[in-house]
């Protein structure tokens, strides 16, 4: 059968494929007629050959092929890209088709492909191994053969799709981003279940695109990027669930509405903190809660600054909430409503002081604004609820862990053992915190903490 009849038929059966893939990469064999079906078939705007040195006159082989039939190509042969050298083993071949991509930086990789039909073993699998890296789709030519000749027979030659390396291996992928996953590693995560959601074939994709949006979700909510988080679970709603996600729906919404409402506040705190946002619990609580569940996420990852930093923070919310209930803002507050309704604050407040530190300055100048410490002093002085029989000394003193950190005022790492007596602080005030609040702890803590579908299997 004439190589005209041979291409005729493979037109017919790839007709679909006709302009799909902007790129042809063929490896030097002996099977020239392979690659002219391939380049007369699919009609590539480009072409580039990798060469050994037994095949160095294969590109003049499909030329002269591909002259002798009536078909036009989208690149004549003297535009095709024929690189130097050997590319008879695997790392020869990687780096081959590394040049050709730099050749061909304009193309994206999904749109190029590569023909593993031929070439020597060793050949063979350097392109398998770099396609799956470099995301190229790799192609086959199947054909039947003579039994007793072991030839080709002409006019049989189809296109086949090897399966992805990310079908057969796409668990192991999966097991690593589920390990990041777990250990709080978001973006690490979010990145191998968004590949996986690209390459693995549908449905199977369909758990890898959920998680990949739920991680996105909480990379962003992990750095305060609370209008992304929302976004992604958002995306994450209107995607079929995965099984193992179905049991966490209720939380993933309460999570978003908790979004939608840092969202909203933002600008406002970004401008300055009033009264009215400090006030109101609706504000208070989702800040709250991001703050104590990045704290525990940290102290996971053994990150006790970080966590003893997030702490802190969780402290000082709660005082400048309850300051604020008084009409009072930390940073600038305003003493003169207080002492008209409290004319012996000053008096309470250096008997607080004399009790601590066995002398008394009064309450602190407006310019200096109102320290954490201070602040729980003040709210002593004010006889708040939220300090009643608290001892402020082990306040004052389990602080300092925090204070010698690093990412505070001092100059080292703090130490587990020097966070745990300052956690179980956090951990009393914020018990005592929902006390006054009349709510409910363990929602409102459950809501914060990010869901992990994957948890049993840490424990298998």
């Not at 380049?39 to 294969?58: C, Y």
Request: with cysteine.
């Amino acid at each position: 059968m004439s190589f005209q009849a041979q291409l005729e038929r493979f037109r017919e059966r790839t007709a679909m494929y006709r302009g799909h893939y902007q790129a042809l990469i063929l490896p030097g064999t002996r099977q020239h007629i392979t690659a002219a079906l391939l380049i007369g078939g699919l009609e590539p705007q480009r072409v580039a050959f990798l060469l050994t040195e037994q095949t160095r006159d294969m590109p003049e082989k499909v030329e002269t092929e591909l002259a002798n039939v009536t078909t036009t190509l989208s690149h004549p042969p003297k535009d095709w890209l024929v690189l130097p050298g050997d590319h008879a083993t695997t790392d020869t071949v990687y780096q081959g088709i590394k040049q050709v991509l730099e050749h061909w930086h304009d193309v994206p990789p999904t749109a190029i492909a590569v023909d593993v039909t031929g070439g020597f073993a060793l050949m063979s699998v350097g392109i398998a191994k770099a396609a799956h890296v470099l995301r190229l789709t790799t192609i086959y030519i199947l054909s039947d053969f003579h039994q007793e000749t072991n030839r080709v027979v002409p006019g049989t030659q189809r296109l086949e799709f090897p399966p992805d390396p990310y079908t057969v291996f796409g668990d192991l992928e999966a097991d690593e981003a589920r390990r990041l996953y777990r250990t709080h590693d978001y973006e690490g995560a979010r990145r191998i279940f968004a590949n996986l959601g690209q390459r693995v074939p549908a449905p199977d994709n369909q758990p890898y695109r959920a998680y990949a949006l739920l991680a996105e979700a909480y990379a962003a909510w992990d750095v305060f990027a609370w209008d992304k988080a929302a976004a992604a679970l958002a995306a994450l709603h209107t995607h079929p669930f995965p099984a193992d996600l179905e049991p966490y729906d209720k939380r993933l919404q309460a999570q978003f509405i908790a979004l939608q409402q840092l969202t909203s506040d933002n600008e406002q705190w970004e401008k300055k903190p009033t009264l009215t946002l400090l006030r109101n619990r609706i504000s208070v609580l989702p800040l709250l809660g991001t703050l104590y569940a990045n704290a525990q996420r940290r102290e996971a990852q053994g990150r006790y600054d970080v966590a003893a930093l997030f702490s802190y923070r969780c402290l000082e919310l709660m005082s400048q909430h309850r300051l604020a209930t008084w009409g009072l803002l930390t940073d600038q507050p305003d003493y003169r409503p207080l002492r008209r309704r409290i004319p012996d604050l000053d008096d309470r407040y250096r008997g607080v002081e004399e009790r601590i530190f066995d002398y008394s300055r009064g309450l602190p100048h407006w310019k200096s604004g109102i320290s954490l410490f201070k602040g729980y002093m003040l709210l002593d002085a004010l006889h708040d609820p939220l300090v009643q029989g608290v001892a402020l000394e082990q306040i004052r003193e389990r602080t300092r862990a925090r204070n010698q950190s690093m990412l505070a005022h001092g100059f080292r790492l703090i130490t587990s053992a020097e966070y745990e007596p300052f956690r179980a602080v956090v951990e009393d005030i914020l018990n005592r915190f929902f006390v006054v609040l009349k709510d409910e702890r363990p929602h409102w803590e459950q809501t914060y903490q990010f869901v992990c579908p994957f948890a049993h299997e840490a424990e298998e």
